[in-house]
Nanobody
Framework: QVQLVESGGGLVQPGGSLRLSCAAS????????MNWFRQTPGKPRELVAG???????HYADSVKGRFTISSDNAKNTGYLQMNNLKPEETAVYYC?????????????WGQGTQLTVSS
């Protein structure tokens, strides 16, 4: 079994910063890629940022220059540093990872963490 657990969400003022974490646990050989998505009610889940095991990153245009995705392969943990947050970025943030175990790569999701950007 593999679990992804997000943490670090909460309430932050506009212009503020927050760091989300995503810890993977279980029988993991390696994490091939980790992504962060966000979703607000009534809207589809949106890809925010992603990072591969080789360190390649990609970002949604709306967050470029403000968000930084990273990973600590030794700890099987990924991070999303978010700066200069905007109220419209209030959403549930989900961690998603492609994990290799027992010679099979499968996709896993965390349960989500709420971020509220408000004064």
């Amino acid at each position: 079994q593999v679990q992804l657990v997000e943490s670090g969400g909460g309430l932050v003022q506009p212009g503020g910063s927050l760091r989300l974490s995503c810890a993977a646990s279980g029988s993991i050989f390696s994490i091939r890629a980790m992504n962060w998505f966000r979703q607000t009610p009534g809207k589809p889940r949106e890809l925010v940022a992603g990072v591969t095991s080789s360190g390649c990153t990609h970002y949604a245009d709306s967050v470029k220059g403000r968000f930084t995705i990273s990973s600590d392969n030794a700890k099987n943990t990924g991070y999303l540093q978010m700066n200069n947050l905007k109220p419209e970025e209030t959403a549930v943030y989900y961690c998603n990872a492609d994990i290799l175990r027992k010679s099979v790569t499968s996709q896993y999701w965390g349960q989500g963490t709420q971020l509220t950007v408000s004064s």
